[in-house]
């Protein structure tokens, strides 16, 4: 009889432990739990809304005092982020583009690739652009931006943040929130849509080109041939102008001339602009081709 009762009266304990605990024991927890939206297979939690919503440390992630970018270009070693914040926004003409927690501009660079995710600039290159880093397990809020944009590369023994496959950066000469000081430098360097695009550009970002893509000098192309395989095996497509055409094949190209392809259907998606025969798409980071446009 005594035992049952205590062992009543300790049940009893441990629920009015749990009711307090919800009830005002870790108000930031609960908050935290609430908007969670899920992780990742490297830990990473998502989290809606912003930072200062979420009750995150102010003191650390995007605002700890080495992370601002002149600052972290100055550092020896790698900044690593315990949080990080994309949120969609405006930051001078550009508009959407995507901001960190502390408002500065994140960009990124044409001579990575998207697909696959791989940075390409190190050495004094990360010094003036300072990867965007976050640790393994750290919490991602965010905010106007689609989970599914946002990805990770291994980095400096910590994960680079992607966005649309792109690897992001900040810039060392944007010094307040705001700044678009990297926005076209070098003609490779532009902040990043949500959407992982070219923030700016009058195309909406979508002439995402991949490193190695230039300005034509050929003149413009009517008709091309798409072949199934590399090295123009066959079967094969003949397809003219004007305009965009949709393909069905996608491992080689004859052309006499300049055109742009696109791996989405009625030219949408990434693109690039090519001139003669392609003996090998995939070589040219195109995997897949649905569409082509000539000149008008």
Wanted: hydrophobic share 35%.
């Amino acid at each position: 009889m005594f035992r049952t009762r205590a062992t009543a009266l300790a049940s009893l304990a441990a629920v009015g432990a749990l009711l307090l605990s919800a009830c005002g024991g870790n108000d930031s927890a609960a908050d935290t739990a609430a908007s969670a939206i899920g992780s990742s297979a490297s830990g990473f939690s998502f989290l809606l809304g912003t930072a200062k919503e979420n009750k995150a440390d102010l003191s650390t992630g995007d605002l700890a005092p080495d992370a601002a970018p002149a600052v972290a270009s100055t550092v020896r070693k790698p900044v690593i982020r315990k949080w990080v914040q994309l949120s969609s926004g405006k930051a001078g003409d550009l508009d959407p583009v995507v901001v960190n927690g502390a408002g500065f501009t994140l960009y990124r660079f044409d001579k990575d690739t998207a697909d696959p995710s791989v940075s390409n600039c190190t050495g004094e290159c990360a010094t003036t652009w300072p990867p965007y880093l976050v640790a393994s397990g750290g919490r991602v809020f965010i905010d106007g931006v689609d989970k599914s944009a946002i990805g990770f590369i291994k980095r400096d023994g910590a994960f680079q943040v992607t966005v649309g496959g792109w690897p992001v950066y900040l810039f060392s000469k944007d010094t307040t929130a705001g700044d678009t000081n990297g926005q076209g430098v070098g003609g490779t360097w532009f902040g990043v849509r949500p959407d992982g695009g070219k923030a700016g550009q009058s195309d909406g970002g979508a002439g995402d080109q991949p490193a190695g893509s230039a300005d034509p000098t050929s003149p413009p192309a009517h008709s091309a041939t798409f072949f199934d395989g590399a090295d123009f095996a066959d079967p094969a497509q003949g397809v003219a102008g004007p305009g965009c055409q949709n393909v069905r094949f996608s491992g080689s190209l004859r052309m006499s001339g300049s055109a742009k392809i696109w791996d989405g259907p009625d030219c949408t998606g990434k693109s690039l602009t090519v001139e003669g025969d392609v003996p090998d798409l995939a070589a040219r980071g195109f995997t897949t081709v649905k569409s082509v446009r000539f000149s008008d």
